[in-house]
């Protein structure tokens, strides 16, 4: 059995960002570029538990 908490503080964070090839378009001969990011996962509580069998 073993208990574990991932992101204990419930912070907001942007870990990774990069363009969105979806979402482009020109305006007035110029392109646009979109951008997403992505966020940390929210406070995760749990407990894990494994059997062995011989």
Do not use: C, H
């Not at 574990?4 to 570029?33: P, W």
């Amino acid at each position: 059995m073993s208990l574990f908490a991932n992101n204990i503080f419930d912070k907001y964070a942007v870990v990774s960002t990069a363009n969105d090839l979806s979402q482009t378009g020109l305006n007035n001969g110029v392109l646009l570029r979109y951008y997403r990011q992505a966020v940390l996962n929210p406070r995760t509580i749990g407990i894990e538990g494994s059997i062995k069998f011989w």
